[in-house]
């Protein structure tokens, strides 16, 4: 991991770690379980493979995801968080608390745009009483999906 330039101060060096929205979404997306690039290129639409890959790399640089090629050539590669990666979840929980407080949108405005709320939106739950369980739940299995497509 690099030790990152500033201040010095904690909070300056966890802003640099996370400080684009791209990361957080990356963070939120891989909160289940692993993924493939293509997954991610799904579901963080409308990022371009070239900024995800650039996120990509950059988290692994700084160990809060781990790369691992499955098969033969580049084109079978999946991410995982480290427990490193994870630290972040209360960071999400906190973001969207306050974005529901502020108004900037609703979790039924990504139901309706994109058929379905975010894999760690406690709408998920048929159980919404409680909404505790969404941290503890085991990750869903990993869905197997053709990423064929080579990107550099």
């Known amino acids: 991991m690099i030790r990152?330039?500033?201040?010095?101060?904690?909070?300056?060096?966890?802003?640099?770690?996370?400080?684009?929205k791209w990361t957080l979404l990356v963070v939120r997306d891989l909160w289940q379980g692993p993924l493939r690039t293509r997954e991610l290129l799904t579901a963080l639409a409308p990022i371009s493979s070239r900024t995800l890959l650039g996120r990509l790399r950059d988290m692994e640089r700084d160990a809060l995801v781990i790369r691992?090629?499955?098969?033969?050539g580049k084109a079978h590669v999946e991410y995982e968080l480290t427990p490193r990666g994870?630290?972040?979840?209360?960071?999400?929980?906190?973001?969207?608390k306050i974005g529901r407080e502020l108004g900037c949108n609703e979790c039924a405005d990504r139901l309706e745009r994109r058929g379905?709320?975010?894999d760690v939106c406690p709408y998920n739950d048929n159980d919404s009483d409680n909404k505790n369980e969404?941290?503890?739940?085991p990750p869903a299995?990993?869905?197997?999906q053709d990423d064929s497509i080579v990107l550099l």
Do not use: I, M, N
Request: glycine share 12%; net charge positive.
């Open 4 to 20: 990152r330039e500033g201040d010095g101060c904690p909070l300056t060096g966890a802003l640099q770690l996370v400080g684009d």
């Open 68 to 72: 691992k090629v499955l098969g033969k």
């Open 86 to 96: 994870r630290l972040l979840f209360p960071l999400l929980d906190a973001l969207w």
């Open 116 to 118: 379905s709320y975010c």
């Open 134 to 137: 969404a941290q503890t739940r």
């Open 141 to 144: 299995p990993h869905r197997e």
